[in-house]
């Protein structure tokens, strides 16, 4: 998540964006000293033009949902290439998000599905009241914990707009912390799973718990590997604990994604 971006989908006046802009400049100054980050921010912006008049089926799935994602246009044509390929590769599972805010790139996922002509089960994963607060293991934990609260999509919104989209029958929400829901639903296997939580402990929840379920083949893609720290340690440790070998793939700065490899020694 670019949490900079939030403001694109909310509405002026939006009590929301006056939380957020407290703290932007102190995190633009952290970001800006990073020549990557800024050579992707200017490449986002030419990849966001592009998608608001491009006639490609990427595009124009884009532009129903663009208003209510916080996801780069990089990282939503990696999910939206990601549900393609399982659906081609016959990866068998449902199709899950853990961090949907306002619920753009979950719908995105579900708007994939119908253009396939798959029905899949989607499951939606969050507290639908912001993000919690990051915690130590966090290493830039001062200024996450500035985002604490924010990045608010309720339920009643995400449910609103998958109605208004109409994909959503075959959609589960589950609001809560991961922490709490992740272990306790009855999930058997995954197709694809989109990580979108920011902080080390959501990340890593969602590891624990939901690895082990994503059937071979499988997709997992992450959000935030490249831009908060504590998300890059959640996966680098979850990877090498166990010994899995297969390329981290690059989407831009902060988006990685991993192809499920038949067993852990398997690159
Ligand atoms: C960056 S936002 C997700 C952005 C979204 N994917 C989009 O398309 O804009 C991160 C979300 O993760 C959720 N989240 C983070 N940690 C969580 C946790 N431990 N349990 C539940 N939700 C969590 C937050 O509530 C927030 O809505």
Not at 30 to 46: G, I, K, M, N
Not at 47 to 67: G, K, N, Q
Request: proline letters at 6%; one cysteine or more; aromatic letters at 10%.
């Amino acid at each position: 998540m670019r949490p900079q971006d939030n403001t694109e989908c909310l509405n002026a006046g939006d009590p929301r964006v006056a939380r957020r802009v407290r703290h932007p400049l102190r995190e633009l100054v952290q970001r800006a000293r990073d020549p990557e980050w800024v050579v992707d921010t200017a490449l986002r912006f030419v990849a966001y033009s592009w998608d608001r008049v491009s006639p490609s089926e990427f595009s124009s799935l884009y532009r129903r949902i663009r208003t209510r994602t916080m996801c780069s246009n990089a990282r939503l044509r990696g999910l939206y290439h990601g549900v393609r390929t399982v659906v081609k590769n016959q990866i068998p599972g449902d199709f899950v998000e853990c961090g949907t805010a306002l619920g753009g790139s979950a719908a995105l996922m579900a708007l994939t599905l119908r253009q396939l002509g798959v029905r899949r089960k989607l499951w939606v994963f969050d507290t639908f009241e912001g993000l919690p607060a990051p915690t130590p293991e966090d290493p830039d934990f001062e200024v996450a914990n500035l985002f604490a609260g924010t990045c608010i999509g309720t339920l009643e919104e995400v449910q609103s707009l998958f109605t208004q989209l109409q994909v959503r029958d075959q959609v589960q929400f589950v609001k809560g912390l991961f922490q709490d829901t992740l272990p306790t639903v009855d999930i058997s296997q995954i197709a694809l799973l989109h990580i979108d939580g920011d902080w080390y402990d959501s990340v890593k929840t969602c590891l624990d718990s939901l690895y082990d379920k994503v059937a071979p083949g499988g997709i997992i893609q992450f959000d935030d590997y490249g831009y908060w720290k504590g998300a890059r340690k959640a996966v680098d440790e979850f990877l090498a604990a166990r010994r899995i070998r297969a390329p981290l793939k690059k989407l831009d700065h902060s988006g990685r994604f991993l192809v499920k490899p038949l067993s852990s020694s398997e690159p």
